[in-house]
């Protein structure tokens, strides 16, 4: 079940939960938290759903569905994650993968203050694992000097594991940490690629929890985990991206199952 922002660019939000989910061999159950106005290039205006609709949406998949899986991403309001806690809390034994929208990758804000404080302290609680990048990490955890820091005191905050992406750091390759029981587990590092891309922190955190639904373990140590292969999907999809608008290149969901000439 995937809680996300509407993208009629088809490149971020429910569109890229619903093409990973299929991608990666998993029904997806896909729940609409905000409308959004955008394409390749920002987002122009954003229309949180109200909270009880889009609860209503879960419960009547939940009551018809067995879920396997939670993914969250734009949230749209606090009353929303006053009831995504709700919702959460009453269903602890399926994991929960929450990547962090607070902006658009052309910089619109996607959570203001209320909403970030209500995430810390409603649903990182019940969070199985983070995906923040680097900037959402500091958001989150501006206490920390560093994201080591950041990645301990969202630890502390009650996630289970944390996995904050560098694509936003000023290195040459990517350099990814897992962070997990008070310490950081695995460092990745993976090929810089030349573009910006929408809907790659969608695509990595919809990736991790199908394969989660599938049965896969978390982290097991590479290369046999969710994690990991959840990585690689998600840089294969950004190889093969391709541009249908004049901003952010839009991920190769389906990069698998066409040739370089068919995008």
Not at 43 to 64: R, W, Y
Not at 172 to 193: A, K, M, V
Not at 238 to 258: C, H, M
Request: proline residues 7%.
């Amino acid at each position: 079940m995937a809680f996300a922002g509407t993208d009629p660019s088809g490149g971020a939000g429910i569109p890229a939960d619903i093409e990973t989910i299929v991608s990666l061999g998993c029904h997806p159950a896909p729940v609409v938290t905000a409308l959004s106005v955008q394409n390749t290039h920002n987002v122009q205006a954003l229309c949180p759903i109200p909270a009880d609709q889009m609860i209503a949406q879960a419960h009547a998949v939940l009551e018809d569905m067995s879920v396997a899986a939670f993914k969250i991403g734009l949230i749209g309001s606090v009353e929303n994650a006053v009831a995504l806690h709700r919702l959460l809390s009453a269903h602890p034994d399926i994991p929960v993968v929450l990547d962090p929208v607070l902006a658009a990758g052309g910089g619109a804000e996607l959570a203001d203050t209320a909403l970030i404080e209500a995430m810390r302290t409603l649903l990182l609680p019940l969070t199985t694992i983070l995906t923040p990048n680097s900037g959402e990490a500091r958001r989150l955890a501006p206490e920390g000097d560093s994201l080591n820091a950041c990645a301990m005191a969202l630890l502390e905050r009650g996630c289970q594991y944390v996995l904050i992406t560098g694509g936003h750091e000023p290195t040459e390759n990517i350099t990814n940490n897992l962070y997990g029981n008070h310490r950081l587990l695995e460092t990745f590092h993976w090929p810089r690629l030349t573009h910006d891309y929408h809907g790659s922190g969608c695509t990595l955190a919809a990736a991790i929890a199908a394969l989660l639904a599938q049965g896969q373990h978390l982290y097991s140590g590479p290369p046999n985990s969710a994690i990991v292969q959840a990585q690689d999907y998600t840089w294969r999809s950004l190889e093969a991206a391709y541009r249908v608008g004049g901003g952010q290149l839009i991920p190769n969901r389906l990069f698998w199952a066409t040739s370089p000439r068919d995008t």
